[in-house]
């Protein structure tokens, strides 16, 4: 009886353990079942009226539980305690200190710069405001002490001393002893540094056959005069300049406290625009830099880049996605106002247009127009003018050609700037940079001056190549393009900074990046002096006058072009010959090596293809074979009794009348490539048979596609041989009438093949967007193309009654914008990440699609709430958009407009 004791209740035993252990535990569940009935208010007012009834050792207990297993956010004291404590806390740092505070957070800077802490510590110096400063004026006393230490004047001892007497307390003599020894030491170890530092430099400058000074007359060269007075200037070490030394070293000494305890603050130097301090050496003078265009067309333009030398600015910009107006701008960015000695433009194209941009080739029939001739006129007024040497070269063979010519003609009386291009022929992809170029003999070719000539050499023989192995690199890396040379950038001077000093030290010098960048742009100036002096020391003779520039330049031109014209006419048909040749090879290794084995197998009953894809594959290749072949003959024939007087033209308009058979190859060409890989994954043995002769030696690393690509590379090659034959043919000539024909029918077959490699690659990419994005709509439409891809932020406007200074903006999601021809494509934009793996994957969710002409176009002035945005607005829909800089917006705002114009014109 006694183990069954009860305590207020005959239901809860006292001395059985076990038996209370039970009846807890079967109260428990049935309260926490009575806990999963309830609703949630029941519930918290359950726990309300448990937590009234807890100890406080009870709820300690709850709160140890809940921060193990939720943890705290930390919480910035200053937007926790009152202001008028976070001030008393600040006002015990020191002026620098409160400055390294302002840079953590905005609730800092805020506090930080409040009145109250400045004001004592400039009336502590006897600095008063010249105003009062109104009420809504923030940091009045802090830019008044940052301005009053800025401009204080300060005394070394010694100037104290004579104008103040001496302030300091009276040493002994052997003190001063010691203290003049000293002085006396460190101006005799600042002087010999000196000396050390002019010898040095008078051994890198000296020829090697002469003695250094300036009695020596024998093998005196002209230039020494003037290296020795150079080394003056820099070392500065004549005897005015050493008194001065004497002087700077005294100062240099480490300065006395005054007696009042005052600091001694020194003199801050002026900068100029770039950052740099500079000596105010009259010697000192600005150049002028040479300066790049590179298009994104370019195969491989990541190598032409790489190839660009120190000193030169290069800008790459996209073919696609942008107009004039804007590749103007990004130009004029990159100059920064300063013209350059030379321009460079490296894009698409051939004998008789620029390339420049996607839809705008520059050619004799659009230089006039208004945004054409206003985009040239602009982009000459960047370069400096002939007399200082100043020219305009485009890495495209316009020289190639009378229309060419004609151009370079055009530009130049439009911009009064000499313009000059390649003149050389040569077959395959951008062997005519390397050529000879127009204009007269100078020290250097304008490839030598933008590119390392090693590098542009080897990435012009190997430009097919490199595309094809960076084609797959941009598609797989896409996604880090954008971050990566800021990232890097800034991990590199950020680690110099962090391993050279102190965290204190790189709060406090926050432009040191913004110097080193400074410095790292005069060092390349510097590297690039040589170069400039070399240019303009050219005889001024070898320039043509400005008022004489067309007519001067075309009469040399048109007297060295009678001279040559026999010989460069001969030079481009042997070239058609060469080249024509080289072509005809690589056709016949597809019959010998391919063709012919799998015929003979089939004949011997011991097939690897069937007779029909035999004939689908090879048979419009052989015919093609013979036709050439027949040409080359022609050709062969021809050039062995060659004479000024013969001609070729009659030739090629034979061999035109004949296209036939390229024809019903392209026509094929899909068919062909899709039979090839069917084959491949269907028969074992064709699989083998390619195995072994694709990309061996005898094929010259090639494999069957890859072979079948030469015959559209190839008119290509046959307009600018065939431009270049009827340049340097006389007007009076009997063959001019025929090469006019052939160049015409040629053109007219190269469009046609153009067409069909349009058509394809529009294709293609209209289905990878819409492979990409989930629910798309079916995008293929004749004549619809891409034009850009913008990411922007979609932001929501909290309360659109306000004026646009003061709205306030919520950023929703992200944004991809498909900007076509005729249409714009809204997407959603996310971010996935796969576990263990650095890179991401994009997702696009369709939104909606706005035909051009019923969108309108509205701009967000900048604010401080808001930057760089946007509204576009639909039929059904609007979307307040930002870019993350400024100048994606003007590019994209650009481009959008002008293909809104085109739509609305169409």
Known sequence: AESYRTRFSAWTPISNKSLNKQLFQERVALISHWFDLWTDKQ?????????????????????????????????????????????????????????????????????????????????????????????????????????????????????????????????????????????????????????????????????????????????????????????????????????????????????????????????????????????????????????????????????????????????????????????????????????????????????????????????????????????????????????????????????????????????????????????????????????????????????????????????????????????????????????????????????????????????????????????????????????????????????????????????????????????????VVRELLQSERKYVQMLEIVRDIYATPLKAALSSNRAILSAVNIHIIFSDVLQILSLNRGFLDNLRDRLQEWSPAHCVGEIVIKFGSQLNTYTNFFNNYPVVLKTIEKCREMTPAFRAFLKRHDKTIVTKMLSLPELLLYPSRRFEEYINLLYALRLHTPAEHIDRGDLTTAVDQIKKYKSYIDQMKQNISMKDQLSDIQRIIRGCPMLSEVNRYLIRIQEVAQLHCCDEEISFPLRLYEHIRDLSLFLFNDTLLVSSRGTSHTPFERTSKTNYQFIASVALHRIFVEDIPDSKYVKNAFILQGPKHQWICATEVEDDKFLWLSVLQNAIKSSMEK
């Open 43 to 571: 519930r918290q007012e359950f726990l309300f009226t448990i937590f009234l009834r807890c100890s406080k050792s009870q709820l300690r207990c709850v709160q140890d539980w809940f921060s193990e297993r939720i943890h705290m956010a930390k919480v910035d004291f200053s937007t926790v305690l009152p202001r008028f404590i976070s001030l008393y806390i600040f006002s015990f740092l020191s002026p620098k200190d409160l400055c390294a505070a302002a840079q953590v957070s905005w609730p800092w800077k805020f506090l930080t710069e409040q009145d109250c802490l400045w004001m004592p510590k400039c009336i502590r110096f006897g600095w008063f405001l010249p105003y009062t400063p109104a009420d809504n004026e923030f940091g009045a006393w802090k830019h008044h002490y940052i301005a009053c230490v800025s401009t204080l004047d300060w005394l070394t001892p010694r100037e104290a001393a004579a104008i103040y007497d001496t302030l300091n307390e009276p040493k002994t003599e052997e003190e001063d002893e010691l203290e003049e020894t000293q002085r006396e030491k460190c101006i005799r170890r600042i002087i010999w540094e000196k000396i050390i530092l002019r010898k040095k430099e008078l051994f890198k400058v000296r020829p090697p056959w002469v003695s250094g000074t300036r009695c020596s007359s024998l093998l005196k060269p002209k230039c020494q005069p003037r290296l020795s007075q150079t080394v003056r200037e820099r070392v500065g070490l004549h005897e005015a300049l050493e008194k001065q030394l004497v002087l700077a070293s005294l100062d240099a000494l480490p300065k006395r406290s005054n007696i009042s305890g005052r600091h001694s603050y020194p003199l801050f130097s002026k900068k100029n625009g770039h950052g740099v301090y500079k000596n105010g050496d009259s010697s000192s003078y600005s150049f002028q830099p040479h300066f790049i265009l590179i298009s994104s067309r370019i195969p491989a333009y990541e190598m032409v880049v790489e190839s660009v030398k120190v000193g030169v600015i290069s800008v790459v910009y996209e073919h696609s996605g942008i107009t004039l107006e804007s590749l103007l701008y990004l130009i004029e960015k990159a100059l920064e106002g300063r013209k350059v000695q030379s321009m460079g433009i490296f894009s698409d194209g051939d004998s008789r247009e620029i390339n420049l941009l996607q839809g705008c080739k520059i050619g004799i029939k659009n230089l006039l127009r208004p945004d054409v001739r206003n985009f040239w006129e602009k982009l000459g007024s960047y370069v400096a003018a002939e007399e200082e040497g100043g020219h305009v070269d485009i890495f495209v063979p316009l020289g190639a050609s009378e229309a060419g010519m004609e151009v370079l003609s055009q530009l130049a009386q439009l911009t009064g700037t000499f313009f000059t291009a390649p003149t050389g022929i040569a077959t395959g992809s951008y062997q005519h940079i390397l050529s000879d170029w127009l204009g007269p003999p100078r020290k250097r070719a304008p490839p030598s001056i933008y590119f390392s000539q090693s590098k542009l050499q080897t990435w012009s023989s190997l430009t097919d190549f490199l595309e094809d192995s960076l084609k797959p690199v941009r598609k797989q890396l896409r996604p880090l393009f954008k971050e990566l040379q800021k990232s890097i950038s800034g991990r590199m001077i950020g680690q110099l900074m962090f391993d050279t000093m102190s965290v204190a030290h790189v709060l406090n010098n926050q432009e040191t990046a913004q110097a080193l960048a400074d410095g790292l742009m005069e060092l390349s100036e510097e590297s690039s002096e040589g170069n400039i002096t070399e240019d303009n020391s050219q005889d001024p003779k070898s320039s043509l006058s400005k008022n004489d520039l067309n007519l001067e330049a075309l009469l040399k031109l048109e007297s060295k072009l009678q001279m040559d014209s026999a010989e460069k006419r001969t030079r």
